[in-house]
Structures are given as structure tokens and as C-alpha cells.
């Protein structure tokens, strides 16, 4: 491959767009430019061999806002997840799969891109992150048909409204009072897109796929509090997560301990 011409067309489209990360990734790629331009002449001196490189056919897929990226060896049939953010020498892996070619074709239209406001993103970013998610999926628990319907659900401007539809008045109140104290994590981006998988939006991506009432925190107190103990319980374990994540769930605990201070 000509190293060059590559990073000269990357170059080319990163400096389109208004993003800082973007715009600090074209940078960076103008000093490729010049390092390569630095040793061009040495290069050319050298004599370099013709023999074709055996190297292992694999796919990447990156995600800036989860700092995470997903590796598939199209040889061995190995899916890994790579915390971005570890600092750490070489590939930190959260977690690794065993899929057939047919089992990874069959994850394409989880990558679905759609243009943002300045520039193309992964709808589908907030749910890979997950490994329960991709098991789910996997399993076939749930058709890509059945994910689009219960993501529609989760960014649905009426979710909060449904979702104390049937339940004491003390339950939202108690809510709203956590929202205020800690901060939500259950909002969607300016295009519309989840941006954290939240306990919350799992357990009603779960009743929605299954087809029952998507009302989570139930029609008592009593069952509001179960479900928010069953929650701060699930979110416990930083197994299979890297930072960024992890401090979302972190959040997010800290919002359903004040919710129950709240309601008890």
C-alpha cells in the first residue's frame, strides 16, 4: 500500500469536519506527512524485498465516544473488544467471541452509520459497547427487525411519560429528585441516538422485545424499589467494560441509591 497516498486522502477528509476530534486526528496526520517526507530519501536507497507479506486478513471498526474498537480475524473466527483508552502496552481486550463468518455477517447492520449533525456516526454505538448485548443478539433472542422497533421505544420523546404511566406519584417525584441531584444518564444525543445503555433502557429493551409492558419500575413503591435494588446489584460488576463505560455505570448507580434515599 502506498502509506502516503493513504494518509494524504484520510487527511483530506478529516480537515472537512468541524469535529475536534477530527480536526486533531488531521493534525496528527500532517506530521505523518512530513515524517514520511523526511525519510522518503533513505527509503528509496534501501533495497527493499518484493515477497508478499503473509498477513492475517482482519476487520476494525473503532468507536471515539465509547473508547472502545472491535477486531475480528477472519482466519481463526476471533470478535474482540479493545479498550482505546488503556494506556498500557498493546491491545487490552474487555472481551473476545467465537464467530463463524455467517454468525459476523449477520452483526453488519448492527454498524449502521447515519450522518449527524457534523459528521457520520454509528447509530447502534451505546449498545456494542455491552457484551450482553452482542450475546443477546448472537443467541438470536432478538432480530435486527425486533433491536430497530425497541430502539425507536428508547428514544421516543414520550419514554418518560409511559414509564410512570401507572405508577404512585411518590415513585416520580422520587425520580425527578435524583435527576436533579445526580445528573441523568438516560438521554439520547442531539441526533437522536442512545448514548449510554443504561440498566434502565435494557430492562425495557428487554420487556419490548419480549413483547411485555415496557413499565419497569411497575405500579407499587414496592416494586419501584425492587427494581431499583435489582438494578444497583446488575451494575456492581466492572467486568467487560473500560473506564469510560465503567463511569457511566457509576453514575448511574448513584443516581438509583439517591432514588431509593429518595422513595424510602
Known amino acids: 500500500m502506498d502509506w502516503v497516498e493513504q494518509t494524504e486522502m484520510v487527511c483530506n477528509i478529516l480537515k472537512e469536519c468541524a469535529d475536534a476530534k477530527a480536526l486533531d486526528l488531521f493534525s496528527k496526520g500532517k506530521k505523518l506527512l512530513t515524517m514520511y517526507e523526511r525519510y522518503s530519501d533513505t527509503a528509496a536507497q534501501t533495497e527493499i524485498s518484493s515477497q508478499y507479506l503473509n498477513v492475517t486478513e482482519c476487520s476494525v471498526c473503532s468507536f471515539p465516544d465509547s473508547g472502545i474498537s472491535f477486531y475480528y480475524n477472519h482466519s481463526t473466527g476471533v470478535l474482540e473488544c479493545v479498550d482505546d483508552t488503556n494506556n498500557q502496552p498493546g491491545r487490552q481486550i474487555l472481551w473476545s467471541k467465537q464467530l463463524s463468518e455467517e454468525a459476523y455477517d449477520s452483526c453488519e447492520p448492527l454498524?449502521?452509520?447515519?450522518?449527524?449533525?457534523?459528521?457520520?456516526?454509528?447509530?447502534?454505538?451505546?449498545?456494542?459497547?455491552?457484551?450482553?448485548?452482542?450475546?443477546?443478539?448472537?443467541?438470536?433472542?432478538?432480530?435486527?427487525?425486533?433491536?430497530?422497533?425497541?430502539?425507536?421505544?428508547?428514544?421516543?420523546?414520550?419514554?418518560?411519560?409511559?414509564?410512570?404511566?401507572?405508577?404512585?406519584?411518590?415513585?416520580?417525584?422520587?425520580?425527578?429528585?435524583?435527576?436533579?441531584?445526580?445528573?441523568s444518564v438516560f438521554s439520547k444525543n442531539t441526533d437522536g441516538n442512545v448514548t449510554y445503555f443504561s440498566e434502565l433502557y435494557k430492562q425495557i429493551f428487554l420487556n419490548t422485545i419480549a413483547g411485555k409492558d415496557f413499565a419497569v419500575l411497575g405500579t407499587t413503591v414496592e416494586s419501584a424499589v425492587e427494581y431499583a435494588q435489582k438494578a444497583i446489584e446488575n451494575l456492581s460488576s466492572p467486568m467487560g467494560h473500560n473506564n469510560a463505560v465503567n463511569r457511566m455505570r457509576d453514575k448511574e448507580r448513584q443516581f438509583y441509591n439517591e432514588f431509593l434515599n429518595n422513595l424510602l
Open 111 to 183: 454498524f449502521e452509520r447515519q450522518k449527524g449533525e457534523r459528521n457520520w456516526i454509528y447509530k447502534y454505538e451505546a449498545y456494542l459497547a455491552h457484551e450482553d448485548f452482542w450475546d443477546m443478539y448472537l443467541n438470536h433472542e432478538f432480530d435486527i427487525e425486533a433491536f430497530r422497533n425497541a430502539d425507536m421505544l428508547l428514544t421516543d420523546n414520550s419514554l418518560f411519560d409511559q414509564l410512570f404511566e401507572n405508577s404512585p406519584k411518590s415513585v416520580r417525584t422520587a425520580w425527578e429528585n435524583a435527576l436533579m441531584t445526580v445528573g
